[in-house]
């Protein structure tokens, strides 16, 4: 696994409207957003820096959003998750979104970094959403 610094600040620039890097912690708030691109701030709202994932999460449930992050740290692997989902009664969101495992001793993932790509309608009806779903 790569570790944080093999990546180069210059080398991300074009993502870093849609980079987040979480870090993976040894206690019971597990993963906590280190950096929060603003393309994801303005999606949710706020800006959950700092917080657990279980505070600041975005999505249909904190369970759901861990249990990817989950999947990262034992995996040790990239994952990909594309889907749709209901982040608010309003809203439809069709989503893509990279997770990458970082590791400081190459064993253990201690951050993770994820590049989204999201898609998303607000107050929507159902007919325009179907329609827009299917062509997804």
């Known amino acids: 696994m790569p570790s944080r610094a093999d990546f180069h600040s210059e080398d991300l620039k074009p993502f870093q ?3 987040c890097l979480i870090d993976v912690v040894p206690d019971e708030r597990r993963y906590i957003y280190r950096l929060v691109g603003p393309r994801d701030i303005e999606m949710r709202g706020y800006d959950p820096t700092g917080k657990s994932v279980k505070e600041g999460y ?3 449930s904190a369970e759901g959003t861990t249990r990817y992050l989950g999947r990262v ?8 998750y594309r889907g ?3 982040p608010s009664a309003n809203r439809v969101e069709q989503d893509e979104v990279l997770f990458l495992p970082l590791s400081e001793n190459g064993v253990d993932v201690d951050q993770i970094m994820f590049l989204s790509h999201t898609d998303w309608l607000e107050d929507y009806d159902p ?3 179907a329609r827009t779903l299917l062509r997804w």
């Open 17 to 19: 409207a849609l980079l």
């Open 58 to 60: 975005y999505g249909e």
């Open 73 to 80: 740290v034992l995996a040790r692997n990239p994952i990909l």
């Open 84 to 86: 749709v989902y209901h």
């Open 127 to 129: 007919i325009t959403t």
